[in-house]
């Protein structure tokens, strides 16, 4: 619900106050690939019955479903994590791209996975965030 509210504001945005800029939405969103809010973001639309709706047990489901017009992709893809702290590993960092308007031309290699658990977990010596940085370079279509 609450990328769904994201997207509904920077829709105003992008369409009322400044119409035709393309999009580039990133940041931590704390779901993995596999969860509602990533299948919403990139297909623009989560069904009614979708299990995420009751992932806080049958008595908090909340049915509906949501759709975006945004032609949306992560520019860094799915990496296995960016995330890699202690009980946890998982890709929870995106760029989204407006793929009407841009491409990406390069994505800068993440980490090796030895260089992550050197120290076990993230933060470390060497990584002092539990976040690993993506970063791409885009182009214009």
Known sequence: IQMAVALAHIRHVSCDLYPGIPVIFCGDFNS???????????????????????????????????????????ACGEPAYT??????????????????ALEVEQVIPLPSHEEVTTHQALPSVSHPS???????????K
């Not at 709706?53 to 032609?71: Q, V």
């Not at 539990?130 to 214009?140: F, N, P, R, T, Y």
């Open 130 to 140: 539990d976040h690993i940085a993506l970063v791409c370079d885009l182009k214009w």
């Open 32 to 74: 993995t690939p596999s969860t509602g809010m990533y299948h919403f973001v990139i297909n623009g639309s989560i069904p009614e019955d979708h299990e995420d709706w009751a992932s806080n047990g049958e008595e908090e489901r909340c049915n509906m479903s949501l759709a975006h017009f945004f032609k949306l992709k992560s």
């Open 83 to 100: 995330n890699y702290v202690g009980g946890f590993h998982g890709c929870l960092d995106y760029i989204f791209i407006d793929l009407n």
